[in-house]
């Protein structure tokens, strides 16, 4: 069984893929190195927090933030008042800073073990962007539908393959740009694949896509894109969700427990 992380080089920001075997032997010390000071994107653009803060209103309910690296979230969730949080991940690249913020850490290989906690433990999961990176998500999944209690919410976040660049992309290069040679996802979920599998554990609550500010930084069309974005939260929410839909980066799933 294999469990691919990314590995950066940084000498061209390429990505490589590495086994369990690797990440835990002779990569053991160079993944430590990056991960205990990875961000993601929904991390860094702080949309991560703000759908967690709309749905999750109790302070004291335990979260489990899956695939947790550096720990990084784990300070967005402590500055916002949340006290019982928890992470996993294949190994221990908590950042010191981060990890006096967690309640508890565990490690698994959540390709194939189980998640090391009780069932109907949590009341929140969140999984930014890591399910695309696993060989066998679906295993996952049915473990986060165990230790989340009854009505518990599991987020998570996946490359939005159908927005406008990445159908572009693909129809330029017969390849979508988030599952190129030089990254680390592995597994593309369309909305009919999560129908079939996931949503067989949840009810859909909804769908946030991320869009990230680059797109309106590239030349005039990218300042027309940043009016109409801006004109849309005035004029009606339903066109705010369209244009985030057609330009977005990742797309969000909240889901509740069925």
Known sequence: MLYYIKIAKKANNNMEYKTTSEILGKQKENTRKILTDHRGKNIKDKIAIEIVKKHLKEKNAPILDLGAASGAFSEQLTESGYKNIYGVDIDNYLNEKYSKNLSGFKTANLNMDAIPWEENFFSLV?????????????????????????????????????????????????EFG??????????????????????????????????????????????????????????????TKKIEKRWAYNAIYVLRKK
Not at 129 to 139: D, K, S
């Open 126 to 174: 969140t999984a930014w962007c890591v399910l695309p990176h696993l060989e066998n998500p679906f295993h996952c999944v049915g473990e986060i539908h165990r230790i989340l209690d009854s009505n518990g919410i599991f987020i998570f976040s996946i490359p939005h393959i159908t927005s406008k660049p990445s159908i572009k992309y693909f129809l330029e290069n017969n």
């Open 178 to 239: 988030s599952y190129k040679n030089s990254n680390n996802h592995i597994i593309i979920f369309t909305q009919a694949i999560i129908k079939k599998t996931i949503l067989k554990y949840f009810d859909l609550v909804e769908i946030k896509y991320h869009i990230r500010n680059k797109i309106f930084t590239k030349g005039y069309k990218g300042y027309i894109r940043k009016l109409a974005y801006i004109l849309s939260g005035y004029l009606s929410d339903k066109l």
